[in-house]
């Protein structure tokens, strides 16, 4: 939203890689739109009103890479110009990522080719760049008159920091296996951000700027957090920070629920909260001047992500999508609770109906869920396909995909498992994969073939498993460790060794998935153990492995070196590569030709 909540910038993915769109609400630009145009061929991944609404930053990563750029335009139509704030020395190119307005400045992780982050600030007017942090593993999360939150930790053992000048705070009590990894720092005395008009001036609707001295420790700042800390579930803290100390309190949780998002508005009137049900999403708005939480919004989608609110807190934007609604931006009037309709063309793609959440029990007595998508009436099942999650903190989530559609109308089941390992289930079941334990997440994806058998949701020998990323690498995984129980496989951007892995992705990816994985160093041997490659000599079922050459996070090594092994031994495989995308498969022609490969190899797989 911009912050006077007369427009909204967002991503339209119609053709081509994703682009960012400034869409008008109010005045005499209303029900128009304008196309950010950027001189860089790549999908814009996030796009970001400044808080005195005259700019507009966008985070692209070109080719579809993983190494992404900053660029800022003002949020004038009629100015073209473009310019990229991220700089580097010359001959070295990192990776930039956007991460909020401090102000009127840009807050920006870079990160270069000692894989060691830097939390900044850059000013959009000539890229002059302050240095907030510098750690590996630091990560920015919010920055705000002088003080800045920055995620320390591993996955899953993050925790936040508050730095002040010199001084740095730690938020929270030590909980070891809790996950601290959002905040938004609030103003001590009044509105949270400094607005102006576009030429500078202040106007009435804004409040005058103060002097702070960034080296300051006096007063106390308070920040607004998501965290598993003292709990099994995430909820809403409010941590004070003082020079004698911290204090924090409970604003907001629910049993057994996940807080997933929340956004706070500048005047801190009002808090937008969208809670995780088993995947599914729930909108509920807390009035923070006297902390009531009213009643949960009905949402117009089965999943919402991607929060966003004006200054005022009088409108509350928000990504919905499902099954039959594609991701659409939806606002809604968070004290009226009426979503407001925008003049535009619909959000398009093939549709499907609602799926059932199912229960499956593992051999070991676990108990975990999954989203099963059935063929329309009048279609026989002919198979069926697991579809995995990333991560491997990922959850499958009864949202849009493209993907699914053509397969039910051919019959083919779709069932989104959430073995252990998955979030939006409490820190112990995150933490139930962890190292050695990932072993019995493997077999969860074949108890998963054994409920979808056992219930009549596929013919014996009919089941395929598909994944993405981290479900890549559990979906060829599940093949060596089960091969008898799989008809086809198919992996897109999935690790296939984890030795291998680890020397060849970005080091700051490597080094935050230790507790998950296991050390490259210590734990080589259990890597071996639980990589896919070395058993690829098990593998029984065809193989389509899918990726996309610009990948730097799962480089497409990963791909190749399974599809050789699979090839010398005499079994079926096919290598499907992509030279202009990278981990996302990004590109709307080729996801396209994605679907068509999918869709052929079931097909293929169970006589269709």
């Given amino acids: 939203m911009s912050p006077d909540a007369t427009a909204f910038a967002h991503l339209v993915d119609d053709g081509g890689y994703p682009r960012a769109v400034q869409r008008f609400l109010r005045g005499w630009r209303a029900t128009s739109s304008r196309d950010v145009e950027l001189p860089v061929e790549g999908p814009v991944t996030r796009v970001l009103h400044s808080a005195d609404g005259h700019w507009l930053a966008c985070q692209v990563a070109p080719e579809g890479g993983s190494r992404s750029q900053i660029w ?83 996955r899953g053992y993050r925790d936040l920091i508050m730095l002040r000048g010199l001084t740095e705070t730690g938020l929270l009590p030590f909980d070891p296996g809790s996950t601290t990894d959002t905040g938004i720092i609030l103003d001590d005395h009044g509105p949270r951000r400094l607005r102006y008009g576009p030429e500078g001036e202040q106007t009435k609707l804004y409040f005058p700027a103060r002097d702070y001295d960034v080296n300051s420790t006096e007063g106390y700042v308070r920040a607004l957090i998501r965290s598993e800390n003292g709990a099994e579930h995430a909820r809403l803290l409010e941590v004070t920070v003082t020079a004698d100390g911290v204090a924090y309190h409970v604003l907001a949780e629910r049993e057994g629920c996940e807080l997933d998002e929340f956004t706070v508005s500048d005047d801190l009137s009002t808090v937008a909260i969208l809670w995780n049900l088993h995947g599914a999403s729930e909108l509920q708005i807390l009035e923070y001047a006297d902390n009531t939480l009213l009643e949960p919004i009905p949402l117009p989608g089965m999943v919402a992500s991607e929060l966003s609110i004006s200054a005022g807190g009088s409108m509350v934007a928000m990504t919905v999508e499902g099954p039959a609604k594609p991701p659409t931006v939806e606002l809604v009037d968070p004290r009226s609770r009426e979503w407001e309709p925008v003049d535009r063309e619909p959000s398009r793609g093939p549709l499907s109906a609602d799926p059932t959440l199912e229960t499956v029990v593992a051999r070991d007595g676990l108990s975990f869920t999954g989203w099963l998508f059935q063929p329309p009436e ?80 596929a013919p014996q020998g009919c089941v395929a498993c598909c994944g993405w990323s981290y479900g890549g690498y559990l979906t060829q995984a599940a093949l060596a460790f089960h091969p008898d129980e799989f008809a086809a496989g198919i992996s897109i951007c999935g690790m296939s060794d984890l030795n291998t892995w680890y020397r060849t992705t970005e080091q700051w990816i490597a080094a935050a998935a230790y507790p998950k994985y296991g050390h490259p160093v210590s734990d080589r041997d259990l890597l071996e153990e639980l990589s896919p490659l070395p058993r690829a000599t098990a593998i029984t079922a065809p193989l389509l492995l899918v990726h996309g050459l610009n990948d730097t996070n799962v480089p497409p090594t990963e791909s190749q070196q399974m599809y050789d092994a699979l090839v010398e031994q005499g079994k079926q495989a096919e290598l499907l590569l992509f030279d202009d995308d990278g981990h996302e498969i990004d590109k709307r022609e080729n996801r396209a030709v994605l679907l068509k490969a999918m869709t052929s190899w079931l097909g293929a797989a169970f006589g269709a």
């Fill in 72 to 154: 800022v335009v003002t949020t004038d139509p009629d100015d073209r110009l473009a310019r990229r704030i991220d700089h580097w020395p010359s001959g070295v190119e990192g990776t930039a990522e956007l991460i909020s307005w401090d102000g009127t400045r840009v807050a920006a992780i870079l990160t270069g080719e000692d894989n060691v982050g830097s939390s900044c600030l850059i000013d959009p007017a000539d890229g002059t760049t302050t240095v907030l942090d510098r750690r590996s593993g630091g990560r920015l999360v919010d920055a705000w008159c002088g003080a800045s939150l920055v995620r320390v930790g591993p």
């Fill in 378 to 457: 009048g279609v026989p099942t002919v198979g069926a396909m697991l579809f995995l999650h990333g991560g491997p903190e990922g959850q499958g989530r009864p949202g849009y995909n493209e993907f699914f559609p053509g397969l039910l109308e051919a019959g083919i089941c779709v069932f989104l498992p959430n073995v252990r390992g998955s979030g939006g289930f409490g820190r112990s079941f995150m933490h139930a994969d962890d190292r050695e334990r990932r072993f019995a997440a493997i077999d969860d994806v074949a108890d998963a073939v054994r409920f979808l058998v056992d219930n009549g949701h």
